[in-house]
């Protein structure tokens, strides 16, 4: 008996119990057993605020991104075992390239906008800085810095692999130590995969448990700067609402759950559209990958009414060439379902259903296999419905398999209507080809939807379909879909940090943030900034530049070598007749032209490229024979971990001969971090 062990303060636990076994999907074998009886989930916690968490927070933002790089590719090397595995939960190789690739390609795309969008520090900046006082000496900045706390990651059965890993990486960026919690039915993967992470050693210890078997006690444990994030069902999430930490003792509570998502075929689309086979296409997918198993899955077809005939004869012809049996078959399409409890489900869901439905595709009760035993293995064939007029049931059932309803509408407001009687989904698609339908359906459903895929033409040879949560975009849903939000890029590694608002003069902001703030300290020193390599420079470093007078030829010069004849620049009697000019003024891009002459030190040294101007605006006009100089202050400095040189962002103010400022921006460079030798 092989029974799953649970990676808890340390070490390896094994439940002393027989547990329960879990079977193979396909021909109902035992693959493992299952149980956490025993095991001091109290301990876990303490294990991860007392020795994780602290672990993580000694690192920045870059460096904890690149140990998930690490784990990615770690992981990646070794994937064929996760793909001979998972075979076993009833996955095809698509469906397990979805789980298992999609899994360490969301590792990959988060590690890279945690070095990429964040500064190598552990306190991000949200927004910018809010002037207080008249004088500036009063200021406020809004930051996000790291709770000392745990993240609890509950996951759903149905990716046991990306589940665990989109949940992961933005807390183990965000600084967050995790312990997960996979569901029973496919642990055995979610297992495997932890274990091979630990022995790589790459993680600092502390920062990743895993909890195999019954959660019982974990929320007892948690306390205020904790948080839990639930995948599964509407069911269990309620018990988690109701729980006396959850209700009164702070732990965040992030739920994603049941989801009747629906894609809506556009008023304009006839059959000899490309459009009308993106639409069946994507229908039979989501029926068909996982078996149907995704939260993401397209159970509403929402289409024209006098489409709906078309669209139901499309979609069975489709399914006709499904061929369903053994996952490890390379001839099957689609697999089973990930246990024979879980098809009785889905059955119950579709007897449900029939109450205002026809099935119009499939048989519930019977099909023919590949390769496999209908008797003994987890099977279902696609079933395709379709609703009756008045139709409440598939707005309210979800059967979490191989199933889709096929709903007619009569007006674009109808459709917008259907869709929202859904109560809330984490994605609906539209398939459409016209701009105006496109933006009418679109805000009619955005109030409705996490997330929402605009299907046509163009999008096809690009698009990743209506069921592929992207780690660079939200997941998440409101109301029915459990109202958390995951991923986002950034966005889901903030979502475990606190969002402080900070008041203070500009130096005790630039000391607190690590970022120079307007109106604090400038250093100016005898060594020109430019000759300092990264390890030299501070923040604060500046150069006060000479003064330059703007002529009347430099402008004209411009204007010819560059073309840009505009009247304000050339034409002395239209630029008096313009009360914001009166009269020649320089082109904004001369001034910041001879700004970097004036703040440039030419010589080889650190600095090695300008790779960029950031938030570049004109306040003043320039006019002829006035004068500019500018303040060149270091504002923030990044060391890239994989490169022998780091980033530097200058603050820039460019400012008159009256001392106004006539050009804000910042200045961006790449500098070595030692000096070079040349």
């Given at each position: 008996m092989s029974m799953l062990e649970?990676?808890?303060?340390?070490?390896?636990?094994?439940?002393?119990?027989?547990?329960?076994?879990?079977?193979?999907?396909?021909?109902?074998?035992?693959?493992?057993?299952?149980?956490?009886?025993?095991?001091?989930?109290?301990a876990m916690v303490e294990h991860a605020r007392t020795v994780g968490g602290p672990a993580l927070r000694d690192l920045t933002f870059h460096e904890r991104s690149a140990l998930i790089k690490e784990v990615a590719k770690h992981l990646t090397a070794g994937k064929d075992e996760f793909y001979e595995l998972s075979t076993r939960t009833g996955a095809t190789k698509r469906d397990s390239a979805v789980d298992i690739d999609g899994g360490f390609g969301t590792l990959f795309s988060v590690a890279s906008k945690g070095t990429r969008e964040m500064p190598a520090d552990t306190v991000y900046l949200d927004g910018g800085l809010e002037q207080l006082g008249r004088q500036g000496q009063f200021v406020g900045q809004h930051v996000y810095t790291t709770r000392p706390g745990v993240a609890v990651q509950i996951n759903a059965f149905n990716f046991p692999v990306w589940g665990m890993l989109e949940k992961l990486a933005p807390a183990f960026i965000a600084g967050v130590p995790s312990i997960v919690k996979p569901a029973s039915q496919t642990a055995y993967l979610t297992e495997l995969v932890v274990r091979r992470i630990i022995e790589s050693g790459i993680l600092p210890e502390g920062t990743l448990q895993l909890l195999s078997g019954s959660a019982s006690g974990l929320l007892d444990a948690l306390t205020v700067q904790d948080s839990v994030a639930f995948t599964g069902s509407a069911h269990t999430a309620g018990i988690l609402r109701s729980h006396p930490n959850v209700l009164h003792g702070g732990v965040q509570l992030g739920v994603e759950a049941d989801s009747l998502n629906c894609s809506v075929l556009g008023p304009d689309v006839t059959v000899d559209d490309p459009e009308f086979d993106l639409f069946v296409k994507g229908v039979v997918t989501e029926m068909t990958v996982k078996a149907g198993q995704k939260c993401t899955a397209i159970r509403r077809a929402i289409v024209p009414s006098g489409m709906a005939d078309a669209v139901v004869e499309a979609i069975g012809a489709r399914l006709a060439t499904t061929s369903v049996g053994n996952p490890a078959n390379p001839d099957v399409r689609m697999g089973a379902l990930a246990s024979v409890e879980q098809r009785d489900e889905v059955r119950k869901a579709i007897a449900s259903l029939q109450a205002s439905c026809d099935v119009v595709w499939g048989n519930p009760d019977s099909a023919e296999l590949v390769d496999a035993d209908f008797a003994v293995g987890a099977f279902l064939a696609p079933v395709l419905l379709r609703a009756r007029e008045g139709a409440v049931e598939p707005h309210d059932v979800e059967p979490f398999g191989p199933v889709s309803t096929v709903i007619s509408y009569d007006t674009v407001d109808e459709a917008i209507t259907l869709a929202a009687r859904g109560k809330g989904s984490l994605v609906g698609s539209l398939v459409t080809h016209d701009p105006q339908v496109a933006r009418d359906v679109t805000l009619g459903l955005a109030p409705w939807h996490g997330r929402i895929l605009v299907l046509d033409r163009a999008a096809a040879p690009e698009s990743t379909g209506h069921g592929s949560p992207l780690p660079m975009l939200v997941h998440g849903g409101p109301g029915r879909a459990g109202g958390g939000e995951e991923l986002g890029g950034v966005r889901g590694i903030l979502h475990h940090m606190q969002r402080t608002a900070l008041q203070g003069s500009p130096d005790m902001l630039t000391a607190i943030t690590g970022r120079w703030t307007k109106g604090s300290q400038r250093r100016i020193e005898e060594v020109h900034p430019f000759r300092k390599s990264l390890a030299e420079l501070r923040i604060g470093d500046t150069v006060q530049s000479a003064s330059r007078r703007v002529t009347l030829a430099d402008i004209e010069h411009f204007a010819e070598f560059t073309g840009d004849t505009f009247y304000a620049h050339t034409d002395e009697a239209a630029a008096k007749k313009n009360e914001l000019f009166g009269?020649?003024?320089?082109?904004?891009?001369?001034?910041?032209?001879?700004?970097?002459?004036l703040f440039v030190q030419p010589d080889p040294g650190p600095v090695l490229a300008n790779f960029g101007v950031d938030n570049l605006r004109f306040l003043t006009p320039v006019k002829v024979d006035d004068e500019i100089s500018v303040l060149l202050t270091v504002k923030q400095i990044s060391p890239r971990r994989s490169a022998d040189y780091g980033e530097v962002r200058w603050d820039a103010v460019v400012s008159n001969a009256a001392g106004e400022p006539v050009a804000t921006y910042d200045v961006l460079t790449l500098v070595a971090k030692e000096q070079p030798q040349y």
């Open positions: 649970s990676y808890a303060a340390g070490r390896w636990f094994r439940a002393s119990d027989e547990g329960t076994p879990l079977r193979d999907a396909t021909t109902g074998e035992e693959v493992a057993r299952i149980s956490s009886t025993g095991l001091d989930v109290g009269g020649i003024v320089a082109h904004g891009y001369l001034v910041v032209s001879l700004a970097a002459g």
